[in-house]
């Protein structure tokens, strides 16, 4: 063990950046604390443009060899990246769930089981990708997805190694090399990450890491001429500020941001089907973009469906996200339930009346609430809280209640409860967002097309469109033997 080295949970886990295969250390650290009790887990290499360019700089190096490295060898690789994840799932679990307080329980069975198949999956689908050749006038068209070169990767801290994985994946068997940089308040599994990929067999520089606060590093990352890509996960605010970096060189760029999406009940829904999918909003303790956060019911449903929601959330065990009867953990950081409370204090300052919750717990921990009485302009219908809070709101024409569900800025998911398929059929097609769930929540296939509409992002990501996006796509048109152009 050297200084650089923590034991979190048992597990040791590098501090420094991962460059060009080697382990390079700041001079600056930042502070690693547990949600969970606050506790410091430790001192973390702080980025800084140089440590930027280096991972640029590595990235370019290694991309030639790795763009020519065989599709099946690159399958073969990131196969084995899965394994090592599959081996150490375990720890995987534990430190994530140390870092970013999510459930442990779920990072065992869900999550990382998924962040192994993110790779086996990508791989896969590199060794299948093709376009039927087509001929123009007896000339042969021919696509390919040519390797676009050094991406940089962003993410954030509610899912950090999945929503990492789920982009280094397709980068990677797309032919690009990556700098992958983690959220500052969850940097642990992406070192991991690091170690698994090198062990596997991915050759220097193929993957780097850097860490550090975005606010210090993005721009070296973003505005750098070299990079090829940009794939940023997070919110608004700093997806504005990625892209008018980035168009400095026109970097392409692929953002997953933020929501407000909706759950429309109808009166002839199944409501205990219904309900279940209302309190699943509150998995990992509200932190999730894609979460149904406004509750539009139909009125004639309204009273009853508010009754079993109660009852049904009351059900919800909150406390340490390492106990497997844990259903709600804490939230992220100080900062962030600070601003879960002022989304809540101003809502209610401005008429909502909480149902249930509405307030703070001891340590990091915010009550799972529902607020009514809420205006469809006010700031809670409106922003992202990004924490376990609730709107409900009610409509009695489906005209209404698609006008409400997307009377937002946002476009990134949509939920509906009906028993009627014409109903969904209709009320589908209306709505504007990147995913619509049908009497169902968050079942993703890798293959499916993933993003936002709106200010919920650009571009889509998921099996072809992730090696449209990663790759240069290219049409190459060949004349028939003996052909001449005679204009
Ligand atoms: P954030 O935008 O604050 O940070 C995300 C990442 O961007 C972090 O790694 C951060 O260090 C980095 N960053 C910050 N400033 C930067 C800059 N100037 N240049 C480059 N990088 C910079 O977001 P967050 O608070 O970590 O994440 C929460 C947000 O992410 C929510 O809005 C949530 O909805 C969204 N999200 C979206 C999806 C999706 O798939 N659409 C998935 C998960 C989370």
New binding site residues.
Partial sequence: MTEHVLTVAGVAVDTRHWIGGERVASAETFTDVSPIDGSILGEISRGTAMEAAAAVAAAKAAFPAWAATPRAERARILHAVADGVEKRLEELAVVETTDNGALLRSHRRGVMPRVAHNFRFFADWLLKLEHEDFETRGHTNHVSWDPAGPSVL??????PLM?ATWKVAPALAAGNTVVL????WTPLTASLLADIAAEAGLPAGVLNVVQG???EI??A??SHPDVRRIS????VP?AQ??AASAAVNLTPLSL????KSPLLVFADADLDLAVDLAVEQYDNAGQV?LAATRFLVEESVAEEFTRRFVEKAGQLTQGDPRDEATDIGPNIHPLQLEKIDGFVRRAIAAGARAVIGGHRKDGQYYAPTLLTDVAQDSEIVQE?V?GPVLTLQTFTTEDEAVHLANDTRFG?AATLATGDPERAERVTGQLVAGTVWTNCFFVRDLQAPFG?SRH??VGREGGTWSFDFYCDVKNTVTAPNGWRNHG
Wanted: proline letters at 6%; glycine letters at 20%.
């Fill in positions: 962003i993410t954030p801290w509610n899912a929503l940089k983690p959220a500052e606060y975005g606010s993005g721009d990352l973003t940023f996960t997070g919110s700093t500020r990625i997953e941001l933020g929501g973009c992202e990004f990134l936002g919920s992002g």
